[in-house]
């Protein structure tokens, strides 16, 4: 089913919350309406949107805002381990990851919580606690407008990287993705190593027994997702905590910790607008590091430690850091301001915030840390 909105009213629409209008908002429920959509005569630019989680409209879209509004999921075991899921691009990711956990499936628990829809997952790549959507993507349904036909894009194809993919690039413009088929596993598989999440498992100090662990909430998903196969059923993995001894874990003890750790430091965007993190984590050369290391230990005396992480291609030094270390936890421009808690994320601190507040505090924090540091932070949230 096609619906459509003219001069429609985005707020509701986009987690900044912006008041801006598009000259039409269009939603498709089903994948066969794409075919028949006439493109040509849609005010343009096409714009497709997911949850609106990852944008700031910047002033009113002179064109077509296209919701995927598909909502449908199909399981099928590929094997006694794995098993797929497929999930319309309009499945909101968290009510995916919750049903999983449920299941006690392994694969995207480290993920929970992510605000966004599954369509957007497949073209932002995107990631928290050591682990992307490309780790568990098997593969995706699109609508090409290019030759107008649906294709099955291979992820191995998708060029993906930190917050990147050829749909943000090469492809822009070029395929609505219409479904993404995910590779779960029954085998435990749990990643732990990203800082914070062995400690907030542990700190739960929640030793589950095995069996006991209680399916956590499935949220708006319920009832959307397929019941249980007859598989093997949840495994656990025993993991050694130093502290503690051994923990059994199941995927929901996982997200359970991870939703901790969200809830503690993210805003939830129910309550405060926001895009999530702001500014991508920027990577630079060892000497760069050494320099920034320099300014660091002139701040904060001979043995301070600049937090970062070794990537391949040089450090990963976290925006968060050099946001807090040039003073910007809390500061307001209008009705924007950095949140407290994350310096990466700005929001929308007075419910009225204009496009305007938001990008003039942006241009503080990017100056600031070009000024102190040498590095340009690009934005993550994409402007439109
Ligand atoms: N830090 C500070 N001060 C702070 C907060 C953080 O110095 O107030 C430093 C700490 O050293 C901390 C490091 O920054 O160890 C990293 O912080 P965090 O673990 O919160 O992660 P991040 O790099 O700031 C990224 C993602 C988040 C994701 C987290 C966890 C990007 C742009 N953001 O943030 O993703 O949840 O890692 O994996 O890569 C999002 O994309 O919207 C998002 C929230």
Redesign the pocket.
Known sequence: MVTRYDNCDLSGRNTFRMKVKCALFVEVTAEEDLPVLDWDALPQPVLVMGGGS?LLFTKDFPGTVLHMAICHSERSEESRSEESVTCGAGVVFDDFCAWAASEGLWGPENLSL?PGEVGASAVQN?????VEAKDIISGIRAWDRQEACFVDIDPADCAYG??TSKFKTEWKGRFVITAVTYRLSRTPQPRLD???VREALEESGKVPVPGTCPPPDMGRGRGLFPKGMGGAGTERSEVEFPGTGTLSLAPGDIRDAIIGI?QA??PAVEELGS???F???PVVSREHFERIVATAREDNGPDYQV?HYEVGDGIKV????MI?QCGF?GARNGGAQVYQ?????IVNASGTASPQDIIGLENQVIQAIAQKYGITLHP?VEHV
């Open positions: 990852n992510i995107i990631g928290a606690y050591g930190y917050r990203y800082g914070g969200r430091k993210l895009a999530g993190s500014f991508c984590n937090p976290p925006a968060a850091w807090e936890k808690n994350q310096p990466l994320v993550e």
